[in-house]
């Protein structure tokens, strides 16, 4: 059974710099698709990035693009997504969630159909 764990998350300034961590156990990560997802307090969730199996295709919502980015390590069963320039309408609950990539093999991550999910770290930014 695949568990997911989210780290890195806290409380940063306008402008500042973050970088999470979504850390597998149980199963290794090299075969499926990871998304990172955010919900804002009173807001739906959103899918902030997607990353293939492989680490070749990326994608990045528009809201976010050029300023996070999302990469992995398949050695160390770790996904990250590294944000930069963070703004207040950053704050939000991240989730990254998990698909077998043969399911998506154009790598993308649709949230309705993400089997894994971890149970989220708190982002906050704020002056």
């Known amino acids: 059974q695949l568990q997911l764990v989210e780290s890195g998350g806290g409380s940063v300034q306008p402008g500042g710099s973050l970088r999470l961590s979504c850390a597998a156990s149980?199963?290794?990560?090299?075969?499926?698709?990871i998304g990172w997802f955010r919900q804002a307090p009173g807001k739906e969730r959103e899918r902030v990035s997607c990353?293939?199996?492989?680490?070749?295709?990326?994608t990045i919502a528009n809201s976010v693009k050029g300023r996070f980015t999302a990469s992995r390590d398949n050695a160390k069963n770790t996904v990250y997504l590294q944000m930069s320039s963070l703004k207040p309408e950053d704050t939000a609950v991240y989730y990254c969630?998990?698909?077998?990539?043969?399911?998506?093999?154009?790598?993308?991550?649709?949230?309705?159909?993400?089997?894994?999910w971890g149970e989220g770290t708190l982002v906050t930014v704020s002056s």
């Open positions: 969630a998990a698909v077998p990539s043969w399911r998506y093999t154009s790598g993308a991550c649709p949230e309705y159909d993400m089997n894994y």
């Open positions: 990353i293939s199996a492989s680490g070749r295709i990326t």
């Open positions: 149980g199963v290794s990560l090299n075969s499926y698709n």
